[in-house]
């Protein structure tokens, strides 16, 4: 269990690490995606064969800074969601081995002026389930 804060904590570093150390699959359902440092990680994972999934928020999708409609230019499998209320989900599920959680939203403004968490979990139970609730999503959203 590793955990980093913010503000200047870290913790976009660590998501960055997190995402470059992925070697096969990683599966990301995160409310506010507008780090482009972060963005940029998610498509290099792409680009060199990770099998890539994004799920946002589509309100925050409609944002004048979201990296959505970067990331699927870069052809990244991208879904906004479709249900009534918010998506609010931050994490990421890392090769079926760890999940990143907490309340960081991909942003700059979480990077370097809330005060966030992100939290890495190594623990089977916990991944599984983390991934059970995203293909539910990711299925509910096609």
Same mark, same amino acid.
């Given at each position: 269990f590793d955990s980093?804060? #913010?503000p200047n904590g870290g913790a976009a570093? =660590? @998501?960055? +690490? =997190? @995402?470059? $150390?992925? %070697?096969?699959?990683?599966d990301i359902a995160v409310y506010a995606f507008t780090h482009d440092e972060i963005a940029e990680a998610v498509i290099r994972a792409h680009k060199r064969g990770v099998q890539v999934r994004v799920?946002?928020? $589509? =309100?925050?999708?409609g944002g004048e800074y979201s990296d959505d409609e970067k990331?699927?230019?870069a052809g990244v499998p991208l879904r906004?969601? &479709?249900?009534? +209320?918010?998506?609010?989900h931050k994490f990421a599920i890392s090769d079926d081995f760890a999940v990143g /959680? +907490?309340?960081? !939203?991909? #942003?700059?403004?979480?990077? &370097?002026? !809330?005060? %966030?968490?992100w !939290?890495? /979990?190594r623990l089977k139970y916990a /991944?599984? %389930?983390?991934?059970?609730?995203?293909n539910r999503l990711w299925e509910l959203n096609s």
């Open positions: 980093y804060f #913010s570093d =660590f @998501i960055i +690490g =997190f @995402i470059d $150390r992925t %070697e096969f699959k990683l799920l946002t928020d $589509r =309100f925050q999708a990331l699927e230019l906004r969601d &479709t249900q009534s +209320g918010l998506m609010h /959680v +907490g309340s960081f !939203n991909w #942003s700059m403004n979480a990077d &370097t002026r !809330n005060m %966030e968490n !939290n890495i /979990v /991944v599984e %389930e983390y991934e059970d609730e995203f």
